[in-house]
Structures are given as structure tokens and as C-alpha cells.
């Protein structure tokens, strides 16, 4: 039955998001200085240290490009494959010193990859999931392909359908990547390729302006020469042929919509100087690399409020009613700018790399307009201001103050990785605009401070956008993020402080203000402290608790990674166990960038307990810590038996339990009958993309010898799919951090029936400890899913 929609909320993007383009693999980038030593140096040091980034037995690696800095300093981007199967958030460079030795690694994984390589939900049900996901006019859906999707720095068995066709507004191409658990069925993500934006030439825009044409005959043709002969041609307000503009004199529009060659001229322009601009400052020939031009179309669509890149051309809408055409010199550089980050970096378009992405093509888009210097679009930290998207002068996004969009994240939080990739760009454009021109008032607007950080004085545009292009092009992988739990090193943060660093030096003037322009927003970071050698590492655990009964014991496995400068070898030792306990590590030392396996054993004379067990890395320039909390139970008695958890048939109401709005109730006239009484936690059910969660902390005592945790669940559905798990149901257990420990079950609409069933399992491992017993339901875009949940017990005898 669908549960009564009572108070449901749709996030809908705002019309004046521009979208934008990937593609699934790298362009052409020019040859560098003796590229093939420089490579094989680097298959040298990664057959002699796998462990640097993250590798396991059944891997390959290929070389992608190879980059020779001035100082003969390199570096090689690998992509890789995991038993022949690609691994997307697989890549990584190994950057080598002068001398050929290594000079550090930049890694997506966090671990090495363990899983298997058989497929439990069929490319027949991958494809039904991708027909299914896409919103719009479907044309054609591309075989599956199994893959390796480690976009989250770990790896799961998965497939990727491409779906393509027409947007809903049927002007706008699609080609959605659709990624589809190959264990569960589960969609767990898609992106679209197609990324929106949502002579003498006088332009509409940028004023009058000198472009670059081609005479034949006595005919001028709009096909720049001096740009790898990119040409701007007219789509005549249709979206399939497009006809090269041309002129009997080479002078072209005349400033205003109602000539065809005005907003042809911007496009025209805007193509050029993002030509220069990456030519000229950042030393890459043209957007692919390969001096090649690019193309522009002009009055695509009618009413078309959209500008987009499709990976090898650029397309403008003529806005709402025809009258903005959507090719002001920023949007132009903008959405090329993307077609730069997939070549040389090829970001993840969502969650926090999506969020970086768009940030790179504002940040060049923006750099782009201060480089041309048009007389009527002069450079400032607005993007798109020109073009009037939101119909009331307001531009798209403000880099200064991001917020002012009221979306847009201006101060990282642990909520930018959930938003529209557009928002999440916030934390990334308030970073450089901090860097370039300080916080506080300046003479492009405000810039507040996130929290207490102090105010940053900035060290000019010049130096900024050299930072961060270095960062995309040497050091960024395709997941990198602006805070990274699991693996601190691929961040942000970390990677333009190693550009910082490269181009002026370690605890430089300009190494301080990349610190405290990313505390500004709100992104923190473990740096080597300003006068070490630059050579640091970080240290983390993998689980970081465990419960052991006094006699036995427990693992865990140690994880380090280079964050900066030269690997180093790392010695592993622990301090804070208890008496009679001891630990050893296998191995004893490791490289940075490899792990060692932990084992606490403990004697039968052993105390009970928790303990917090200090493990240090001892490098050869920094030392790093992290705390396993060691948990010991007695061997005999059991005091505390009995039923553990508070209120557990919700017949006390909405007390003791965490849940979400509207999950605990009395829904017997709703149709969600109770196992018992007349209360139940009803999660779900809404037939829309939603999320409800049910949590209760609980204390289990030591010594006992039945920990059994039990609940009544019932599952509705509408689904009628016999394969694919759309909707789900998560029970799991977490420590007092949040951490997840365990999941215990994972239900979906697969398992609909009627009437309720009773779940059982045992919490013994986690006797002595308190744990928090979690439900999560995740709900799909279409047709509902209800899970209900009544008359939960945690039995201790």
C-alpha cells in the first residue's frame, strides 16, 4: 500500500544551473620531454612498491601520460584493471624525483581491492535499471559493461549502462551513465556526459572585439586559423544541422540579438581566449591538448535556456523567448574548461569530485574572463552574470560568498558530498577567491571567514590559478574530494599544498595561504608542520575497535599513505594494553602507502575492560598515531541479563528511539497493521526518492552467553521486478562514533510478503560494549517500498 503523502519534499534544481559534459576517457595531451625514461622510471618504482598505491595480485596498470617538470622531476597517471575489469577511481601517478627515486603517489583507493568478480544481478537486469532511471525520450541503451566502481575509494563489483536519447524538454541530449550494484541490484549512481549550464566582431556581451576568420574567395568564413581552426556555425534554432557562418566583409554582427552574428561572435571569441588562456598561462595546447580547435554552435533550440559541452564541441542556447542567447565569455569558459579537467584529471561528476569539477570550470571560466579583458564584460567572481538565467540580473553563483545563490555551499560541512554538484562547488570557489584576493571586503565583494578562521590575505590571480592547474594536472585523481576520512592524502587540500609547494617552495608565503584559504571554508588538514623535510604520511585503522573475551584475540589492519613528499618506511608499535595482552604486526614495517595486519592477543588473566591502545608509525621524518579502543570481556558471569532495549513495540510513542519524522506511529487505518498493540515504525513507503532511519543505543553487558537481537518486520511493495533490489533496508551496528561496525541484513523489495516475519542475530561480539542498532531505509524514484518494524527485543542471558 503507498503511504499517505503528507508533508513530501522535492529538491529541484534551479533552472539556472548549467550542466556540463565528461567522457569516459582521456584526451590527447602534447608529448613531454624524454616521456618514455620518465615512464619507465616510474614502472621501476611501482613494480618495487606496489603497496604505494594500494595494489593487489590480478591488477594491470596502463600508462596514460607522463609529465617532465624543468627540474627533470616527473610525473606518470596509471589507470588500472582488477582481474581484467576496469576500475573506475582506480587511477594514480607516482611522481618521481629528479634523481629517479620516488617523490610521493596520488591514490583514489583507500585499501587495496579483495572482492570477487562474479555478477549475482544479470546485465539483462543492469539494462532494465538504466531504461528505468532515465527521465525523458529514450533512444538507445549500450550493452552493460562489468567494472570496478571505487569512485568512494573502495571497490564493489558493478555494472555501467549507458542510456541515451532526449531530456525532458527534448532539446537538451543525454547520455546517462547509469551504475548498477551487480550484487544487489541497487542503482547507486548515474551521471550524465552531457553537462549543462544550464575581423572584427560586435558582440552582445563583450563589446567589439577582434576575431580571427577565414577568407575563401572573397567570402569570410567564421574558422579561426589561429586556433586550430575551430569554427562557430548557426543551428537556425533546430538541433541538427548547423550551417558555418559566413560574410562578404569581415565584419561581423552588429552588438545586438537581432543580428545572428552577434551572439556567433561571443561564441566565437569565448572560444579563442580559453584557447590562449590554457595555451598561454598553463602551457597546454588548446582544450584536448593536440592544438585542435573547438567547435561552437550557436541559436541551438527554441527558447533554449541551456548551454552545454558534449566532450568535443560547445553549444548555446538563445535563452527564454530567444532573446539571451547563452554565450557570455565565463559560460564559454566554463563549460570548456570541463572538456581540460577530463582530459588531465577525468573528476568523478558527483558527490565532492563533481564538486570540484565544477568549481575547476569557474574558477578557469572566471580566469578566462580576466584574461581577455573584454571592454564590455570586464573580469570579476560572478559566473554568468551576463546571460540573465534567473530572469532577475541575479548571476548564477557568486565565487566570494557562494551561499548568496541560497543553495550554493559557501563553508564545507559534511553534508556538501549530498548536493547538486553545482552547491558543492562552493567550498572550492570560496577557497580560490580567498587565495587570489583575501577575505573580507574587496573590490569584488565580500568574503566572510567560515567559523573562527582567520582572515587570509591573498597572493593575487597570477599565483592562484597556477596552483590549482598544477594540482588538476600532476596531483588530483578522479575521486579526490575536499576531506577524505579513509584517505586524508586524496584531497584538495593535501594536493594544492604540493603545488604550492612544487612551484614556490615548502611553508613559502604562498604553501601558508593555501593552508589558511582552505580553513577559511571550513577544510581542515593534517600538514606537515612548516620546516619538516615535506616527507609525511598518515596512519588509520581498519575496524578501529573490537571485543575479545579475556584468553583471545583480535585483529586489525593499519593502513598508511604518503601525503607529501618522498615514501618512507614506517615502524609500527603499541602502547596502552592491558596486562597480559601484547601485539605484533605482519609486517613489522611497511613503505608509506602499505598496510600491516594488527593482532591484540590477550591471557585468560587478562582484566576486563575497555582500553584505548595507542598504534604509532615511526617514520624517518614524522611520527603518526591512531587508537583502537580494545574491548575485554570476562570469561564467567553474567550480570545485567534481560531485555536491553527501551520501548521496544513503540507502544510508549515516538520516546527512546532516534527516527526520522513520521516512522514511529499508529497506522492500522493506513494499512500497515501492527505485529502487536497498536504502534509500529513504518520506514518508507512514499513511491519517491527517500531515506528513513531508526536507531537506539544500547548497553550490553560482559560475561553472558546469548546476545540475540530480534525484531518483526513486514515488507510491502509495489515493485513488481523479481530481480532487481530498488528499495532497501539496512540493519546494522555502530559504535558511539558513528562508525559502522557491522550490517547484519540488507532487505529490499525483493523480499515482499505478506504479513510480518520475525529477524534474529546474535550481538556477542559486542558484548561489553554499547552499540548503537541502526535501521536505514533507502527508497527509489519510483513505485513504493514499505518496511515496517514492530516488537524489536535485545535478549542477554
Known amino acids: 500500500m503507498k503511504r499517505p503523502l503528507a508533508a513530501v519534499s522535492a529538491a529541484v534544481l534551479a533552472s539556472g544551473v548549467l ?12 608529448s613531454s620531454p624524454a616521456p618514455e625514461s620518465a615512464a619507465a622510471r616510474a614502472d621501476s618504482l611501482l613494480r618495487a612498491n606496489p603497496g604505494a598505491v594500494q595494489g593487489a595480485s590480478g591488477e594491470a596498470y596502463q600508462v596514460v601520460r607522463t ?9 606518470t597517471r596509471y589507470t588500472r584493471t582488477y582481474h581484467g575489469l576496469r576500475v573506475y577511481g582506480g587511477d594514480f601517478v607516482i611522481h618521481t624525483a629528479p634523481d629517479g627515486t620516488m617523490a610521493g603517489t596520488s591514490v583514489g583507493l583507500a585499501a587495496p581491492l579483495t572482492l570477487g ?41 558493478a555494472w555501467e549502462t549507458v542510456a541515451s536519447g532526449w531530456k525532458a524538454d527534448k532539446q537538451t541530449p543525454s547520455k546517462l551513465h547509469v551504475i548498477t550494484d551487480a550484487t544487489t541490484g541497487k542503482v547507486i549512481g548515474s ?10 566582431g560586435n558582440s552582445i556581451y563583450s563589446g567589439t572585439v577582434s576575431i580571427d576568420t577565414t577568407l575563401s574567395g572573397s567570402t569570410y568564413q567564421m574558422i579561426d586559423p589561429s586556433h586550430g581552426n575551430g569554427r562557430t556555425c548557426d543551428m537556425n534554432n533546430g538541433t541538427s544541422t548547423c550551417t558555418t557562418f559566413t560574410n562578404s566583409t569581415n565584419t561581423w554582427g552588429n552588438g545586438t540579438n537581432s543580428n545572428r552574428q552577434s551572439a556567433a561572435v561571443d561564441a566565437h571569441f569565448g572560444a579563442a581566449k580559453t584557447y590562449d588562456y590554457f595555451k598561454n598561462v598553463h602551457g597546454r595546447n588548446g582544450i584536448f591538448g593536440d592544438g585542435r580547435g573547438v567547435p561552437s554552435r550557436v541559436h541551438y533550440g527554441n527558447n533554449y535556456v541551456n548551454a552545454f559541452w558534449d566532450g568535443s564541441q560547445m553549444t548555446y542556447g538563445d535563452g527564454s523567448s530567444n532573446s539571451r542567447p547563452l554565450v557570455a565569455l565565463d559560460v564559454a569558459g566554463h563549460e570548456m574548461s570541463h572538456g581540460v579537467t577530463e582530459a588531465v584529471a577525468g573528476l568523478v561528476y558527483s558527490g565532492e569530485s563533481g564538486g570540484l569539477n565544477e568549481a575547476t570550470s569557474d574558477i578557469f571560466g572566471t580566469m578566462v574572463e580576466f584574461y581577455a579583458n573584454a571592454p564590455s564584460d570586464p573580469g570579476d567572481y560572478q559566473i554568468g552574470e551576463k546571460i540573465n538565467i534567473n530572469g532577475n540580473g541575479t548571476p548564477l553563483r557568486y565565487m566570494y560568498n557562494p551561499s548568496l545563490d541560497g543553495a550554493s555551499h559557501s563553508c564545507w560541512s559534511t553534508s556538501t558530498k549530498n548536493v547538486d554538484v553545482h552547491y558543492s562547488s562552493g567550498p572550492g570557489n570560496h577557497f580560490f577567491f580567498n587565495l587570489a584576493e583575501g577575505t573580507g571586503s574587496t573590490a569584488y565583494g565580500t568574503s566572510p571567514v567560515c567559523g573562527s578562521a582567520p582572515a587570509v590575505t591573498g597572493i593575487g590571480r597570477a599565483k592562484a590559478e597556477k596552483i590549482w592547474y598544477r594540482a588538476l594536472d600532476l596531483y588530483f585523481t578522479s575521486n579526490t574530494t575536499y576531506v577524505n576520512t579513509t584517505n586524508p592524502a586524496n584531497t584538495a587540500r593535501a594536493y594544492t599544498l604540493r603545488a604550492a609547494t612544487d612551484l614556490y617552495g615548502n611553508c613559502s608565503t604562498e604553501y601558508k595561504t593555501v593552508q589558511a584559504a582552505w580553513t577559511a571554508v571550513n577544510v581542515a588538514g593534517n600538514d606537515a608542520p612548516c620546516g619538516s623535510t615535506g616527507n609525511d604520511f598518515s596512519v588509520t585503522l581498519s575496524p578501529t575497535s573490537g571485543s575479545v573475551t579475556a584468553g583471545s584475540a583480535v585483529s586489525s589492519t593499519v593502513s598508511t599513505a604518503t601525503t607529501s613528499g618522498t615514501a618512507q618506511t614506517v615502524t609500527f608499535s603499541a602502547s596502552g594494553l592491558p596486562t597480559g595482552a601484547s601485539a605484533s604486526f605482519s609486517p613489522s614495517s611497511v613503505t608509506s602507502g602499505g598496510s600491516s595486519t594488527l593482532t591484540i592477543s590477550t591471557s585468560s588473566s587478562t582484566p576486563t575492560g575497555t582500553y584505548s591502545v595507542t598504534i604509532t608509525g ?5 611520527n603518526h598515531t591512531a587508537t583502537y579502543t580494545l574491548t575485554v570481556n570476562g570469561s564467567g558471569g553474567c550480570t545485567g541479563a534481560g531485555q536491553k532495549l527501551g520501548n521496544p513495540g513503540f507502544e510508549s510513542g515516538r520516546t527512546v528511539w532516534t527516527a526520522s519524522s513520521g516512522v514511529i506511529g499508529q497506522y492500522g487505518s493506513s494499512g500497515q497493521p501492527t505485529h502487536g498493540g497498536t504502534w509500529n515504525a513504518w520506514m518508507d513507503g512514499y513511491g519517491t526518492t527517500h531515506t528513513d532511519t531508526l536507531s537506539q543505543a544500547v548497553s550490553l553487558p560482559a ?8 525484531f ?11 530481480t532487481s533490489a530498488y528499495d532497501t533496508l539496512k540493519v546494522q551496528v555502530l559504535n ?11 532487505y529490499s523489495n525483493l523480499n515482499k510478503a505478506s504479513g510480518y516475519s520475525q529477524k534474529s542475530f546474535s550481538l556477542a561480539a559486542y558484548a561489553g560494549q554499547t552499540v548503537t542498532l541502526k535501521f536505514t531505509a533507502t527508497e527509489d524514484v519510483y513505485l513504493q517500498t514499505s518496511f515496517v518494524i514492530d516488537d524489536t527485543a535485545v535478549n542477554v542471558s
Do not use: M, Q
Not at 19 to 30: F, G, M, Q
Not at 703 to 710: E, I, K, L, W
Open 703 to 710: 560475561g553472558c552467553t546469548s546476545y540475540n537481537f530480534s
Open 19 to 30: 550542466t556540463c559534459v565528461t567522457t569516459s576517457a582521456y584526451a590527447a595531451t602534447p
Open 736 to 746: 558511539s562514533a558513528g562508525t559502522v561496525l557491522a550490517t547484519l541484513a540488507t
Open 67 to 75: 609529465k617532465v617538470d624543468p627540474s627533470g622531476a616527473s610525473h
Open 712 to 722: 518483526w518486520l513486514h515488507i510491502d511493495s509495489a515493485e513488481t521486478t523479481t
Open 117 to 157: 568478480t562474479t555478477a549475482k544481478v544479470s546485465s539483462a537486469a543492469a539494462e532494465s535499471s538504466a531504461r528505468k532511471a532515465f527521465s525523458g525520450t529514450l533512444t538507445s541503451v549500450g550493452a552493460p559493461e562489468l567494472f570496478v566502481d571505487a569512485s568512494s575509494g573502495k571497490g564493489r563489483l
Open 618 to 622: 615511526t617514520g624517518t621524518s614524522a
Open 191 to 200: 551521471y550524465d556526459e552531457i553537462e549543462s549550464v544550464a575581423g572584427t
